[in-house]
């Protein structure tokens, strides 16, 4: 059939695409791999080598010798420990949550000898080499394998929906979504193996295994640039949050530090009196950073009503309340962009850490303030 070519040829160019993840990541990327990149990595590494020997398998490629032809390796047995390693440590839980990497270890070492003991009875004790023995195991084998692996993914998604309060640190840095996604398009992937587990079992036909093949070639792989992407954003805007809460330096605008005391030098009024300790507040508590900063938050905080504090600041700023904030967001971002300390920082993470809520909003204003893109500033200093 046309569509099992079709699912075959991308079923093997996941493969391929898998392996290069792998060399970029760890050999060629610039950003070091931590522990979080390490287990995405193994992650995917299971899935292209459980899906390359199914591609073999499916092509008929098949060794003369009676031990490889049947041994058929459970990769796919290390997907969801590696992949709950990988949530551990991007989530930073790891010494708060148990990892299930020795035993999915123990089991797989297990497995494989007990595969080649009943390899090696077939082949010299077995009456005409009858494989009924290797196809019963194999059997037993996929369901053990199936509600381990459903056991793990029970407890990824208690941790990610339920477990929210391991993990409030890193939802000052991500809001999780993107898992969230992935666990639920997940499930359906494990309906999908439970319906072939049991159509080969009750018909023998493998055709339910494709689309299985398929979703999860898709679903992993997704998961593996979206994880290593964000592990990266993240860890950027720790280092970058670090560091603007210990240089004390990036906290303060010298030219805008200047330009205000000239201001109140000119001006004597309360209003101006008022301004002045409104900017010092923001800037020394560096709270023009939170992304939920608002009027009415800002006035309950400085003790004004919301219209005086739009007023003072309309008056003073020479912008509106949200365009003000941002000036003070922009003139940050272009102090980090100057900085080579932070050259190996991404523009996006630079731009979520000093305020914006996404790069689109951050790129917008940049633009606004500036006439250039953070990018274009960063590459003209």
Not at 67 to 90: K, Q
Request: hydrophobic content about 45%.
């Amino acid at each position: 059939m046309d569509i099992i070519r079709i699912i075959n040829l991308i079923l093997i160019a996941g493969v391929v695409q898998g392996f290069v993840f792998n060399i970029y990541t760890i050999y060629i990327s610039r950003k070091k791999p931590g522990w979080a990149v390490i287990y995405l990595n193994l992650t995917v590494l299971a899935l292209s080598l459980n899906n390359l020997q199914a591609w073999l398998i499916e092509i008929s490629f098949s060794s003369n010798n009676f031990y490889f032809e049947h041994l058929l390796v459970p990769w796919y047995l290390f997907i969801l420990p590696t992949f709950h390693a990988f949530l551990i440590n991007y989530l930073r839980i790891k010494d708060r949550v148990k990892s299930f990497m020795r035993l999915a270890f123990n089991i797989f070492t297990a497995e494989i000898l007990i595969r080649s003991i009943c390899i090696a009875y077939v082949y010299f004790r077995g009456p005409y080499q009858d494989i009924s023995l290797i196809t019963n195991y194999t059997i037993f084998e996929e369901i053990f394998n199936a509600l381990f692996s459903l056991y793990i993914f029970f407890k990824c998604v208690q941790i990610v929906f339920k477990g929210q309060e391991l993990y409030s640190y890193i939802l000052k840095f991500d809001k999780i979504s993107w898992l969230r996604i992935f666990l639920r398009l997940g499930g359906f992937v494990f309906i999908l193996w439970i319906v072939a587990i049991i159509g080969h079992n009750i018909t023998g036909n493998q055709i339910l295994n494709y689309p299985l093949r398929l979703g999860t070639s898709i679903l992993i792989y997704w998961i593996g640039y979206q994880g290593f992407y964000r592990y990266h954003k993240v860890k950027d805007r720790i280092s970058i949050r670090r560091s603007l809460e210990e240089n004390s330096a990036l906290k303060l605008n010298d030219e805008k530090s200047r330009a205000l005391e000239e201001l109140s030098t000119e001006v004597n009024s309360k209003m101006n009196e008022e301004f002045l300790k409104i900017d010092k507040y923001l800037i020394d508590n560096q709270s023009y950073l939170d992304p939920s900063l608002s009027l009415d938050k800002l006035a309950e905080e400085m003790d004004l009503s919301p219209s005086n504090l739009s007023r003072i600041v309309n008056s003073f700023s020479g912008h509106g309340f949200p365009d003000y904030i941002n000036s003070l967001r922009i003139e940050q971002a272009k102090k980090l962009l100057r900085d080579d300390d932070f050259c190996m920082y991404t523009v996006v993470s630079i731009g979520l850490e000093c305020g914006f809520n996404s790069r689109s909003t951050f790129y917008s204003a940049f633009k606004k303030f500036t006439s250039t893109t953070p990018t274009e500033y960063r590459e003209s200093t």
